[in-house]
RNA sequence: GCCCAUGUAGCUCAGUAGGUAGAGCACAUCCUUGGUAAGGAUGAGGUCACCGGUUCAAAUCCGGUCGUGGGCUCCA
C-alpha cells in the first residue's frame, strides 16, 4: 500500500509516495543520496527518529543536522557502541546496558578487573580504529527466541529481552559487533568526528546495590572537534570553579572530620555572606507580609507519629531520649509552623497567615550521597508555609511565584527551568486530598505561571503524594542547573492534625497549606552560589569589600585613617601593611577575589586621594574618597 | 548503605625494590621601602587518618575502622 509523508529539508518540503513498511534510509537514498552524510535524522512527531526507522503511516519528517542538539543522543547511543564494541574487543566483558544521558553515555559491563587510565586509553585508541574503519551500521528486528539464542551467553541482555512484551526485538549490528538496543543510530560509526571519555565509576545492574556490580565507563562526543573542545572547556571549568575548591581557598567553610561528616562550619567569611543572604530573605518576607517564627531543634518523637513523618521517614531522623521520652531531632519545619497555627481558633478574616523561619534541620542521608555543600545531614531551610481559604489560593500562589523569582534573580540567575509535578491521572487513590482539592491546586498553580508567560514542563505522576507542585530550577553560567524554590500544596498535613478555621458561615472549614522554599537549603544555595559566580562575589555579597594596600610604609598612616573611615561607614575593610611589594599585596588580593583594592602610595599621601584597582577590571584610576565609596555604597545598595 | 579509588606539614603535592620523611606556597625572623598578579635569606612546622598484624625494621606489605572523591541509589 502507498503512502504519502512530507520531508522537510531545510525548510523545503518534498512530497513523497512510498510503499507502507519503507525504511527512511531507503526513501532518502532514492530522493538524494548526500542527504544521508548531511543529516543525522529526522524530527517526527515530537521524537527523533534514525534512518533506519520503518514508515508505516503518514507524517511529516523534518531533516535534522548532526549538531542539532536533537540529534546528539543519536551520536552518543552510537559511541556508546563503538565503545562496548572496542572494550569487547580488549577484555573480556559482559556488556549491560549503554544508553545516552543528558550529555554524553555510558555503557555499564562485568568485569573482574576494574579499568585504569591505561586502559582507558587503550579503549580510546581502538575505538579510533573502529572509527577510521567507517563500519556501515545495520539494523534488523529479529524474532524474540532467536534473540535468546543471540544472546545466550549475556544473562543482562537475556533478562532484558525477556522483558520485551513484542515479538520481535530491535538490533543495532556494526562489523562483529551487535547488540540489543531501541537506537536511534548513526549510519555508520565514522559519523563520530569527535569523542573522549572521561571517568570510569562503579554501578549496578538495573541500579540495585542487591544485584551484580557493574563498572560504568562515561563518555562524550560530538561531530566535531570544536564542539568537544567547548564540551571540555566546560567540563575543567566546572572542576576550577568546585565550591569544595573554592570554600577551601576562600577559607568560607569546611567540613570538619572531628565535627561529622555532612556538618558544615561556616568561617567567618562564609558566614558574612549567609547573614548577608539571611537578612535579605527577612526584609523580604516581612515586606510580603510573612511572620517570623523560630522554633527548636528537637521534638517529642509524638508530633513526628501525629504527622506520619516518623513512620515514613525514620530512618532519616535522628531519634534520641530525654527522661524515658523519645525526642527527635527535626528533620524539617512544618509540624512547629503548624503548631504555631493551631494555637488559636482562627477566622477566615485572619487568613492567610504565612510563617516562615530560616529553621535548621537535620536528616540522616546515607554516607555515599554526601557532596560538600551540596548534600549535608545539617541544614538551614528557608521554610514557608502559607495557610489559607481556598479563595485566596490563587492569589497566594501568583505571590509566591513571583516572590521565588524576585529572589533568585537577585542572585544573578537569568535563566530557568520550571516543571509542574501533578498527579498520575492512572492512580489517583494512591494521593492524599480530595479531587476537589488536586483541581483547585493545580489550576492555581497552572494560571500562575501562565499569567506571567513562564514555560513550564508539566510531568504527570511527579507529585509527591501529599500534593502537587512547582519546581523551579536555575541555571548558571556553564548551564548546569541548580535546584531552586519549590512551591507545594499539602492536603496531608492539614487532615491528619485537623487544620481549620471558622468560616463566614460559623462552620469549620480544612485550611489550604502551602510549603514554599525559596533558596531550598542555604548550605546548598551558597554552595551553588560559589560555583555560578566563580568565587567572584558581587560587592554586596562579598566577604571584604575593599581591602587597603600601602606601596611603602610610607602610607600607613593615611591607609589606617582611611580603614577606620571605611569601617565606621559599614563597608567591610581589610588593610595590608606587610613588608612585602606591591605587586605581590595585589596579587594576594586578587587571590581572594576581593572587589576591590585601594593603593595608597607617596602619592595618594600627598594628595589625600585614593589609586582603585578592581579585582576583574584592573586599575580603574584615581578617586576622592566620597567619591569612591558613595559609587560602592549604591553598588551594594543595588545588589549588583 | 554498596562498588571502585583515595587519605603524607595550614594548603597543593613528591616519596621510586619495606631501613623512623621531602618540595613549593602559607607562617616567623632578618634584609629589602619596592607603584598595579609572587624581591631575597634564614627558620619553625609532620606519632605519614586511626587501630591491629607481618617483620630485626612499616608512610611503604596485610586486615579492620574512620574520612574524602567518582558513581549507584534515595529524596515526605
Known amino acids: 500500500m502507498k503512502i504519502q509523508i512530507k520531508i522537510y529539508i531545510n525548510g523545503k518540503r518534498s512530497i513523497l509516495e512510498v510503499k507502507?513498511?519503507?525504511?527512511?534510509?531507503?526513501?532518502?537514498?532514492?530522493?538524494?543520496?548526500?542527504?544521508?552524510?548531511?543529516?543525522?535524522?529526522?524530527?517526527?512527531?515530537?521524537?527523533?527518529?534514525?534512518?533506519?526507522?520503518?514508515?508505516?503511516?503518514?507524517?511529516?519528517?523534518?531533516?535534522?543536522?548532526?549538531?542539532?542538539?536533537?540529534?546528539?543522543?543519536?551520536?552518543?547511543?552510537?559511541?556508546?557502541?563503538i565503545m562496548a564494541q572496542a572494550v569487547k574487543r580488549l577484555y573480556n566483558v559482559n556488556l549491560a546496558i549503554g544508553p545516552s544521558i543528558e550529555e554524553g553515555f555510558y555503557y555499564d559491563m562485568e568485569k573482574d578487573e576494574p579499568f585504569t587510565d591505561e586502559d582507558l586509553s587503550a579503549i580510546s585508541r581502538?575505538?579510533?580504529?573502529?572509527?577510521?574503519?567507517?563500519?556501515?551500521?545495520?539494523?534488523?528486528?529479529?524474532?524474540?527466541?532467536?534473540?535468546?539464542?543471540l544472546f545466550s551467553d549475556n544473562k543482562f541482555k537475556l533478562e532484558l529481552v525477556n522483558e520485551i512484551e513484542d515479538d520481535s526485538v530491535s538490533i543495532y549490528k556494526q562489523d562483529e559487533f551487535f547488540d540489543l538496543c531501541r537506537g536511534p543510530h548513526l549510519l555508520s560509526t565514522g559519523k563520530v568526528k569527535a569523542f573522549k571519555l572521561l571517568s570510569v565509576s562503579g554501578s549496578y545492574w538495573r541500579g540495585d546495590e542487591i544485584r551484580e556490580s557493574l563498572q560504568r565507563i562515561y563518555g562524550i562526543s560530538y561531530p566535531d572537534n570544536k564542539t568537544l573542545d567547548e564540551y571540555l572547556y566546560r567540563y575543567e571549568e566546572a572542576k576550577k570553579r568546585d565550591h569544595r575548591k573554592l570554600g577551601k581557598s576562600l577559607d568560607l567553610f569546611k567540613i570538619y572530620e572531628d565535627t561529622g561528616p555532612g556538618l558544615v562550619l561556616w568561617h567567618p567569611k562564609g558566614t558574612i555572606i549567609r547573614e548577608i543572604i539571611s537578612n535579605y530573605w527577612r526584609e523580604e518576607h516581612i515586606k510580603r507580609g510573612y511572620q517570623l517564627v523560630t522554633t527548636p531543634h528537637i521534638a517529642k518523637a509524638d508530633l513526628w507519629k501525629k504527622t506520619g513523618h516518623f513512620e515514613y521517614y525514620r530512618e532519616k531522623m535522628y531519634i534520641f531520649e530525654i527522661d524515658g521520652v523519645e525526642y527527635v531531632v527535626k528533620p524539617m519545619n512544618c509540624p512547629n509552623h503548624i503548631l504555631i497555627y493551631k494555637n488559636k481558633i482562627r477566622s477566615y478574616r485572619d487568613l492567610p497567615i504565612r510563617l516562615a523561619e530560616l529553621g535548621t534541620v537535620y536528616r540522616n542521608e546515607r554516607s555515599g550521597v554526601l557532596h560538600g555543600m551540596l548534600r549535608v545531614r545539617g541544614f538551614t531551610i528557608d521554610d514557608g508555609h502559607i495557610f489559607c481559604r481556598e479563595d485566596q489560593v490563587?492569589?497566594?500562589?501568583?505571590?509566591?511565584?513571583?516572590?521565588?523569582?524576585d529572589i533568585i534573580k537577585t542572585f544573578g540567575y537569568e535563566n530557568f527551568v520550571v516543571q509542574l509535578s501533578v498527579r498520575d491521572p492512572e492512580h489517583k487513590e494512591q494521593y492524599a486530598g480530595s479531587d476537589k482539592e488536586w483541581e483547585n491546586a493545580e489550576a492555581s498553580l497552572i494560571k500562575a505561571l501562565y499569567e506571567r508567560g513562564i514555560e513550564y514542563i508539566k510531568e504527570e505522576g511527579e507529585a509527591v503524594f501529599y500534593g502537587p507542585k512547582i519546581d523551579i530550577s536555575m541555571k548558571d553560567i556553564l548551564g548546569r542547573k541548580w535546584q531552586g524554590p519549590t512551591i507545594q500544596f499539602d492536603f496531608n498535613l492539614p487532615r491528619r492534625l485537623g487544620l481549620t478555621y471558622i468560616g463566614e458561615d460559623g462552620k469549620e472549614h480544612m485550611i489550604y497549606m502551602i510549603h514554599r522554599a525559596l533558596l531550598g537549603s542555604m548550605e546548598r544555595f551558597v554552595g551553588g552560589l560559589i560555583e555560578h559566580y566563580n568565587g567572584n562575589f558581587p560587592a554586596w555579597l562579598a566577604p571584604i569589600h575593599i581591602r587597603i594596600l600601602t606601596v611603602?610604609?610610607?602610607?600607613?598612616?593615611?591607609?589606617?585613617?582611611?580603614?577606620?573611615?571605611?569601617?565606621?561607614?559599614?563597608?567591610?575593610?581589610?588593610?595590608?601593611?606587610?613588608?612585602?611589594?606591591?605587586s605581590k599585596k595585589i596579587r594576594d588580593a586578587e587571590t581572594e577575589k576581593i572587589p576591590y583594592m585601594f593603593i595608597i602610595g607617596r602619592r595618594e599621601v600627598k594628595s589625600g586621594t585614593l589609586s582603585v584597582r578592581h579585582h576583574q577590571e584592573g586599575d580603574i584610576g584615581s578617586f576622592k574618597l566620597e567619591e569612591i565609596t558613595s559609587r560602592l555604597k549604591e553598588e551594594i545598595k543595588q545588589r549588583r
Not at 610610607?554 to 612585602?580: C, P, V, W, Y
Request: avoid cysteine; aromatic fraction near 10%.
Open 126 to 149: 581502538e575505538m579510533e580504529r573502529i572509527i577510521e574503519s567507517n563500519y556501515e551500521i545495520e539494523h534488523s528486528m529479529i524474532p524474540k527466541e532467536e534473540a535468546k539464542n
Open 20 to 81: 507502507e513498511g519503507t525504511v527512511l534510509k531507503e526513501i532518502l537514498t532514492n530522493l538524494d543520496s548526500s542527504l544521508l552524510d548531511k543529516y543525522a535524522g529526522a524530527w517526527s512527531e515530537d521524537r527523533f527518529v534514525d534512518f533506519y526507522e520503518t514508515i508505516n503511516k503518514e507524517g511529516e519528517y523534518y531533516l535534522i543536522q548532526f549538531d542539532d542538539p536533537r540529534a546528539l543522543p543519536a551520536m552518543w547511543h552510537t559511541t556508546s557502541h
Open 394 to 405: 490563587s492569589s497566594e500562589i501568583g505571590d509566591s511565584v513571583d516572590f521565588a523569582f
Open 552 to 582: 611603602t610604609d610610607e602610607g600607613n598612616e593615611f591607609a589606617e585613617e582611611i580603614h577606620k573611615k571605611l569601617s565606621e561607614e559599614g563597608l567591610r575593610t581589610e588593610l595590608d601593611l606587610r613588608n612585602e611589594q606591591l
